[in-house]
T-cell receptor, first 113, second 113 residues
Framework: QKEVEQNSGPLSVPEGAIASLNCTYS??????FFWYRQYSGKSPELIMF????GDKEDGRFTAQLNKASQYVSLLIRDSQPSDSATYLC?????????????FGAGTRLTVKP | DTEVTQTPKHLVMGMTNKKSLKCEQH?????MYWYKQKAKKPPELMFV???????INESVPSRFSPECPNSSLLNLHLHALQPEDSALYLC????????????FGAGTRLSVL
């Protein structure tokens, strides 16, 4: 079982629709959760982070965390062509001063005009 | 300011060369990271420095040698690399805290001939 699993996609949505990206993780001791956006040939860019169960909203983005189900999701409302990228889910575990972050394989999102 | 600066942006080297990648941040972060990313794959953690001490080494071959001269700088020394080491090398930094919000540099695209 992979530590962090994502559907690789590609996920295709029309412009203006809601894109839903999902991620599951295996380590119940994980404490912080992140979504990064990565355009082709570029470095990952932090989009959202969440630590507590529930929803966290920032503009068009909503992150959802359910620790009991070991599940994290990212909703993108009013999707734009510029949202077309690979979205990486990352899960962090902190152990006595050290952080160990693991990435999922990423979901490729295409937003069609 | 969430800037992490990596130099050079591109590097081509032969298998007998010695070169270094550099990373710098001025956010007061006390944890710095090296990742390797191959095409269409997620970043893979290589090394973690926490308070200038190497805290995680993910069984990386000795031809990669990290160095953290001070809290703002991180180097990756390269020697006798193989063509399969060609990849995007990413540096990131974070506060050395449990929440571990990591910010990435733009990366160095390395080609080994």
């Amino acid at each position: 079982q992979k530590e962090v699993e994502q559907n690789s996609g590609p996920l295709s949505v029309p412009e203006g629709a809601i894109a839903s990206l999902n991620c599951t993780y295996s380590d119940r001791g994980s404490q912080s959760f992140f979504w990064y956006r990565q355009y082709s040939g570029k470095s990952p860019e932090l989009i959202m982070f969440i630590y507590s169960n529930g929803d966290k909203e920032d503009g068009r983005f909503t992150a959802q965390l359910n620790k009991a189900s070991q599940y994290v999701s990212l909703l993108i409302r009013d999707s734009q062509p510029s949202d077309s990228a690979t979205y990486l889910c990352a899960v962090n575990k902190y152990i006595i001063g050290n952080n160990d972050m693991r990435f999922g394989a990423g979901t490729r999102l295409t937003v069609k005009p | 300011d969430t800037e992490v600066t990596q130099t050079p942006k591109h590097l081509v080297m032969g298998m007998t060369n010695k070169k270094s990648l550099k990373c710098e941040q001025h956010m007061g972060h006390r944890a710095m990271y090296w990742y390797k990313q191959k095409a269409k794959k997620p970043p893979e953690l290589m090394f973690v420095y926490s308070y200038e001490k190497l805290s995680i080494n993910e069984s990386v071959p000795s031809r990669f040698s990290p160095e953290c001269p001070n809290s703002s700088l991180l180097n990756l020394h390269l020697h006798a690399l193989q063509p399969e080491d060609s990849a995007l090398y990413l540096c990131a930094s974070s506060q050395a805290l449990a929440k571990n919000i990591q910010y990435f540099g733009a990366g160095t695209r390395l080609s080994v001939l």
